[in-house]
């Protein structure tokens, strides 16, 4: 098991770690629990600025897929 920093606080994960639910997922990215409605467009689109992108430390990013892929093969 690693350590790691998501959302400006150390997690630890492991790739053969439970997937998480939905509202662990949410409350480890951003520090607080899901709204009660979380509304999504059909595909993968978003905007976002290059600042935006790279003011989170790339860990962040790879922590995500891997919490997104696990279960998922």
């Known amino acids: 098991m ?3 920093t998501v959302g400006g606080s150390a ?6 770690a439970d997937p998480l639910t939905f509202e662990s997922f949410w409350t480890a990215l951003f ?9 999504a ?3 993968g ?3 976002a600025s290059a600042a935006a992108l790279r003011s ?4 962040t990013y790879a922590w995500m897929l891997e919490q997104l892929e696990t279960g998922h093969n």
């Open 41 to 43: 467009a059909q595909g």
């Open 11 to 16: 997690r630890h994960t492991s790739k053969h």
């Open 45 to 47: 689109q978003f905007a």
């Open 56 to 59: 989170v430390p790339k860990e």
């Open 31 to 39: 520090r607080r629990p899901p709204p009660p409605i979380v509304y």
């Open 2 to 4: 690693e350590e790691l």
